[in-house]
């Protein structure tokens, strides 16, 4: 049933953020690194057992409620990269631009905040 309902959670997030206003908590985080946006992250888990509220609001703003606060204002559309995979051009509170994923693999959601040489990408449920 669980299961059942993290899928139906990702398929609402993956189909329209916009559609969706959702509360999650992250459980796990892990960082990466790359020489450049053509390359690889090369990942390093950093923690399990997270209890990190992340929200989801109707008007395309993700915010993290980590340590420090994190928000990402989208500024396109969701992009369908694959079956699994929505990707959204992103601006952080700072200004800089970012790109953000909701995926689906193997029934575990995550979300992947990517900028052009680091990232990181916390799995998700439901709160």
């Avoid at 960082?31 to 209890?51: A, C, I, M, P």
Wanted: glycine fraction near 4%; proline fraction near 1%.
């Amino acid at each position: 049933m669980k299961m059942k309902k993290l899928l139906v959670v990702a398929l609402l997030l993956l189909s329209s953020w916009v559609e969706a206003q959702s509360t999650l908590k992250a459980v796990s985080l892990t960082y990466g690194s790359r020489v450049s946006e053509s390359e690889s992250f090369t990942w390093d888990k950093q923690g399990d057992d997270l209890f990190i509220p992340v929200h989801i609001s109707e008007d395309n703003v993700i915010t993290i409620y980590s340590e420090v606060v994190q928000r990402y204002v989208a500024i396109s559309t969701g992009e369908d990269i694959d079956e699994y995979s929505t990707m959204w051009k992103t601006i952080d509170v700072n200004g800089k631009r970012c790109d953000v994923y909701i995926t689906n693999v193997d029934g575990a959601l995550y979300l992947l905040i990517a900028y052009k040489n680091y990232g990181w990408f916390y799995e998700l449920v439901e709160y």
